[in-house]
């Protein structure tokens, strides 16, 4: 398991009280930096758009491009997990329309709601004046958002999608790009500070050089170390079960061979059954095994698309999601598995026996199924069918109440905080 | 005739006003905070989140009825949810005590109207108000505002937070001809 982000954050903040206070103590810095930088000077901010000191530019993509570096860099030792860390999901149109609007209210206010804040508690009545605007703003808002609420949730929705997604790059190669963006535009700024603001540049620090050194030499690290593979994020994960009443943490593997993942067909057909969990079932068979028979909700995902998911499933309401990956019988559904959990998904489970042993529970009473077993072949559809139905036999959606099996539970619900906070940052 | 030297700026308490800290040290400082609010919780900084939250709280005070009906605010504060049990209200707070600390020390802590020289107070405080409103409803519809989405979300390389931050500037600068006179 990676070391961070810390495993109390991971879940909801009340079962650790102390998380706030780690949140209160973030903050504390966050505005007191902001202060000392003159963030908390409407007239310093304003001076931004008129190019005679563009502090506002320098202090910002200059606290962008470290942590950027900072982060990918630890994600590519290995002791961060990006998969964790929230990156804000991608609603292109309101969040341009709402950007231009901020825009507007910045060169209007002379703030933004974070510099507002430490404004107004350094006593600065222009700044006491923002921030009661945006608690108008941010109210107002609540009121009328939902006069427009489909396009505000769906409009150019791509959730969690990155730059390096955009432009099919390499992280490290991302990360390099944009440090030198932001040094040309660090440079363009000082000449902008010359020209329009007088500034004598000999005055600045020298040890600005030395800063932008280490930015490019800790982006090519990330380059040449590479991010962690699925294969290498695999070996080292360990995963915590309950076993006979007690919590065990063991390594991927040994959950796998303790079968302490593999549902029975009658758990599925009951956590389906649940209203109050969201299951998904992902069947990784051929598109013709797929066409054949299904189970009723099941989505076809081959392996190689199943990296292509793990964006949504990593999204999803970890407190009531459940992902169930199934095949003919358990070899490509386990391969699968593997993928999704090095992926830091969480709540992902096994059908046991496949859809093989589904049909061999739920498919007694279909006459038109057909048991055709191949000795020795492996995950391969055991049954024959007269047409391909897909999901329409009765096997496929069978009457949670018709059926009373006995199993062993497996599923243990990893209740996670959503990362997001249902609203945002 | 000797010019009589300028009196040195105080803040409350007679603390003599310090200079701010370099663009690139405190661009740098402040990276460092959010990089270590990842690391640790994997979330960054935010400000408008937290302030919905307080407002949330408070109408769930005056009229939980409202709250129930609106969708929006359901899923903040609906029925037994509490609307402050969320990590942007600490960092909100927290910020509020790390600015007013960093202003006290400083010598900053003084009231005081920030302004373009040729603009009155009331015009000052009118124009504050609305850019504060008018901000903060574009910050709620991009889902952050600059600290949560351009700067949290621009350090993990999300698209739309680039996007966004693009046009929080486009709009500004473009603005920002028409207010020289506000600012100047």
Redesign the interface.
Known sequence: MNLFPLEPFLRPLSENPWTYLVFGVIGFFFGFVLESSGFGNSKKLAAQFYFKELTVLKVMFGAIVTAMVLIFFSSAIGILDFNLVYVPETHLWPGILGGLIMGVGFIIGGFCPGTSLVSAATLKIDGIFFALGVLFGIWSFGETVDWYWTWWNTSGYYGRLTLMDVFHLPTGVMVLLVVLMALFMFWGAEQLERIFGKRDLKKEPKQRIFGAAALIVIALAVIVLGEPTTAEKYARLTLTRTVDGEKVTLPAEEVLVHRLVQIHPAELLDTLADPRLSTIMLDVRSEADYNLFHIRGARWTPLDQLPDVVPSLLAADANRTIVVVMSNDEAAATDAWRLLVAESVPNVYILEGGINNWIAVFGQGEADILPTPVPGAADRLDYSFPAALGDRYEAADPNPHEWEIEYTPRIELERRRGPSGGGCG | MAVAPEKPRKG?FGIREKP?????L????????????????????????G???L??AG?DLVAPGHIDR????L??AGGSLNPL????V???????????????I?G?????????PRVS?GL?????????????????????????????????????????????????????YF??KF??
């Open positions: 409350l701010y800290i370099h663009p690139y405190g661009g740098a400082l402040l990276g460092l905070v959010l990089f270590v609010a990842f690391l640790l919780t994997r979330n960054g900084l935010g400000a408008s989140g302030l919905n939250r407002i949330a109408e609106t969708p929006y605010l899923k903040l049990d969320d990590w942007s600490p960092v909100v707070l927290g910020a509020i005590v790390g600015g007013f600390v960093s202003g006290l400083n900053r802590l003084r009231p005081e109207i920030n302004k373009g107070n000052r405080l009118f124009m504050a108000f609305a850019g504060g409103a008018i901000m903060a409803y574009g910050a709620r519809m991009a889902r952050g505002c600059t600290s949560g989405q351009a700067l949290s979300g621009g350090a993990v390389l999300s698209a739309g937070s680039w996007a966004l931050m693009m046009c929080i500037f486009v709009s500004a600068y473009a603005l920002a207010l020289r600012w100047n």
